[in-house]
Nanobody, 129 residues
Framework: QLRLVESGGGSVHPGGSLTLTCGTS????????IAWFRQAPGKEREGVSC????????????NYVDSVKGRFSMSRDNAKNTASLQMDSLKPEDTAAYYC??????????????????WGQGTPVTVSS
């Protein structure tokens, strides 16, 4: 059973940056597609970014929802067993609880939540002036 833990959330001003990290003390993240979802108050949860599982040599290029392209960037550190989401140029509309989720051998074909078997508890991000 994979247990995911997010960290790095907080409060920033518009234009600021945060880095979210998804880790686990049990399991090997490189075998999983790791996606970041977010849920703003009163809104449905949406997919933000996804990094595919390793193909044995490397992870494929992450994909991003249009609203964060050019501002958010996902990365992996398999030695540390983590996946990170670097968020720059943050906007008030980025305010949400952010969740990482894992799909064994996933390819990030889409942000269908049903594909992800394991979820973290979420970390809050607030962007306000």
């Amino acid at each position: 059973q994979l247990r995911l833990v997010e960290s790095g959330g907080g409060s920033v001003h518009p234009g600021g940056s945060l880095t979210l990290t998804c880790g686990t003390s049990r399991g090997t993240l490189e075998y999983y597609a790791i996606a970041w979802f977010r849920q703003a108050p009163g809104k449905e949860r949406e997919g933000v970014s996804c990094s595919p599982a390793t193909d044995g040599q490397r992870h494929g290029t992450p994909n991003y929802v249009d609203s964060v392209k050019g501002r958010f960037s996902m990365s992996r550190d398999n030695a540390k067993n983590t996946a990170s989401l670097q968020m720059d140029s943050l906007k008030p509309e980025d305010t949400a609880a952010y969740y990482c989720a894992a799909d064994l051998w996933g390819s990030c074909a889409d942000f269908d939540e049903r594909e992800y078997d394991f979820w973290g508890q979420g970390t809050p991000v607030t962007v306000s002036s």
